[in-house]
């Protein structure tokens, strides 16, 4: 290895700092003595992120400040309790209980965060659905939980097959009355007509379902990956020393609930530290962000290293036009975060961005840089006090530093999923040695303990952070008529990290044409949604396939690819 470049922390007062004494004797446990249950016994994790800070005195705080298109308007805790416990009061009304799924399916609104708030209330396990989900990344969902209740904006209720979801019986429609269809439900009506009941909250065991989140692998359809109330051990914590949230401060994090970064850390971690969460709806565009960043004043800023990429790819005189010197701290999830990256944030906006690392899996981060530390561009940080990281081989052997490997860590962190639904056995293949959780992400160690992503192991493909199951996208294309095979790959990006690529054979009759192309991605982007959809399509006169079992090899198809881009 060469020498690395280090960039030396700046000076602050960070938590992780005053903290000091507890990080020396770090243990889990500790942290528990933060969480009002630790002496009540009473647990729920909704409690500790509103209803606790409204009875210590803070209820005139602002929890939520929403941005909108055509509003802007902000929340207190006491107000978000007061939502939440009516909402849940209305949930409750149409037989809502413990262990219920609640699917949440709306736009990054407040609304979308005081139905996760309120589902979570009463004990019910919520699942929060992308906004930009089409009819089968939908259905799917809800048909694989047997989901009977459901909570969607006016809008998104448009793409929910009602017809092909037999199980869901109840929908409640964040709107007014002549905004329902059918048997849809006003949110908003029902609301008013209703007075919260007292003392709402259900009180739940540290292992109780929280929500579940659908992630991609490479084979098979997504996973419904579900959490438990104990997460918010780490969720808490990582938030004070990662994220450094203090009271005063203003916090966006840029990932919609759907993903689990925008319900961990779009929710969760901003609540249980009692900070100001910034929502903005609609998707990337850089003067908007900017312009959030400068009216909202955000002091601490989450996003991924697409977003960045696409910052700086708009130039730096953008910039200029904007009053950003309220931002303290910055942050990166999701993939790769590129050295230059972290330059620009130096030189643009005298920040260092702090890469974090973890997965929906693993509930909370893992592997980051506290703002105290040195960081080394190119690596995504070393473990969060606690969590134990090693590389490992092909047979659970630990790899010497500078050595490529299985990613692995000790199996022993809070926040790390309950169960995969319905699938213990793929569970199981997280744990292939005894006591490790192996990531399924290729990484080195050097002798400091810095790790550095190398890929993955497996197809999963990562399109602007956002996780993408080849089979998922090969499904929907073979139910075109013209497509006879098709094998599906992540071709590298210099702004996305990956784009979507498939590569197709046509069914006798079909003709090549550009026409059909768009058709076939249309089709994906209609079906499924807009970031799973194929940005290039080769057509092929056959693929390549294991000579006997006639799989496709995908692996083939992207040694082919990086071949031709010179990687
Ligand atoms: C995969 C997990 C929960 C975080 C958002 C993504 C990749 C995540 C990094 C990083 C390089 C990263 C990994 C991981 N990834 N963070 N800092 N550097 N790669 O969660 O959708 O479950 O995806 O994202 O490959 O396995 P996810």
Redesign the pocket.
């Known amino acids: 290895m060469g020498k690395e470049e280090v960039i030396d922390s700046y000076e602050g007062n960070y938590n992780i700092a005053a903290d000091l004494p507890v990080r020396e004797d770090f243990t889990w446990k500790t942290i528990e003595s933060h969480f009002s249950w630790s002496d009540t016994g009473k647990v729920n994790m909704v409690y500790e992120s509103v209803d606790r800070h409204v009875a210590d005195g803070y209820g005139e705080k602002i929890a939520l400040h929403y941005f909108g298109e055509a509003e802007e308007y902000t929340l207190t805790y006491r107000e978000l309790k007061e939502k939440s416990d009516l909402w849940a009061t209305v949930l409750k009304n149409k037989g809502v209980k413990k262990g219920d799924f609640v699917f949440v399916f709306l736009e990054k609104h407040p609304d979308c965060h005081i139905a996760m708030l309120a589902a979570i209330k009463l004990g019910a396990i919520v699942g929060p659905l992308f906004e930009a989900f089409m009819e089968d990344a939908v259905k799917e969902r809800i048909a694989d939980c047997e989901g009977t209740y459901l909570i969607a904006s006016p809008e998104l209720i448009k793409r929910v097959p009602r017809e092909e979801l037999p199980s869901l019986q109840t929908v409640w429609i964040t709107g007014e009355p002549e905004q329902c269809n059918g048997d849809e439900i006003s949110l908003y009506a029902e609301a008013r007509a209703t007075q919260a009941e007292e003392g709402i909250t259900e009180w739940v065991d540290l292992n109780h379902g929280l929500n579940i989140?659908y992630?991609?692998g490479s084979t098979g359809r997504p996973k419904g990956i579900i959490h438990a109330h104990r997460a918010m051990i780490q969720q808490y914590i990582t938030g004070r020393w990662v994220l450094d949230l203090k009271d005063d401060d203003v916090y966006w994090c840029t990932?919609h609930p759907g993903?689990?970064?925008g319900t961990?850390y779009g929710v969760f971690a901003p609540l249980l530290n009692r900070a100001t969460i910034v929502i903005h709806g609609g998707r990337f565009d850089a003067d908007e962000w900017y312009s959030v960043l400068e009216k909202a004043g955000v002091t601490v800023w989450y996003s991924?290293?697409t977003a960045y990429r696409m910052l700086m790819a708009k130039g730096d005189e953008k910039l200029t036009n904007y009053d950003l010197s309220k931002i303290r701290h910055i942050l990166?999830?999701?993939?790769?975060?590129n050295p230059e990256v972290i330059r620009w944030g130096i030189k643009t906006l005298s920040r260092r961005i702090h890469?974090?690392?973890?997965?929906?899996?693993?509930g909370a981060?893992l592997?980051v840089n506290l703002p105290t530390e040195r960081i080394v561009p190119g690596s995504?940080?070393k473990p969060f006090p606690g969590v134990e990281a090693v590389i490992l081989d092909e047979a659970g052997k630990e790899l010497l530093p500078g050595k490529v490997g299985h990613l692995a860590l000790k199996a022993n962190w809070p926040a790390i999923m309950r169960e995969v639904w319905k699938d213990p056995a793929k569970y199981e293949t997280y744990f292939p040695f005894e006591g490790w959780y192996v990531?399924?992400?290729l990484a080195t160690m050097d002798e400091n303990g810095y790790i550095f992503?190398q890929?993955?192991s497996d197809d999963?493909i990562?399109s602007s952070?956002?996780?993408i199951g080849p089979f998922e996208v090969e499904s929907k294309l073979m139910e075109h008529p013209a497509v006879a095979e098709v094998g599906v790959i992540g071709k590298p990006d210099a702004v996305r990290g990956e784009i979507v690529k498939a590569f197709i054979v046509l069914k006798s009759g079909y003709e090549t044409s550009e026409a059909l192309l768009q058709e076939l991605r249309q089709f994906v982007r209609k079906g499924l949604a807009a970031h799973a959809s194929p940005k290039e399509i080769e057509f092929m006169e056959e693929l390549p396939k294991t000579p006997i079992s006639g799989k496709i090899l995908r692996r083939e198809l992207k040694a082919k690819e990086l071949e031709k881009v010179g990687v």
Not at 332 to 337: A, I, K, M, N, Y
Request: hydrophobic residues 35%.
């Open positions: 989140h992630t991609s990932a993903w689990v970064t961990v991924a290293p990166s999830v999701g993939e790769p975060l890469d974090t690392w973890w997965m929906t899996e693993t981060q592997i995504m940080g990531s399924g992400d992503f890929g993955r999963m990562n952070g956002e996780r």
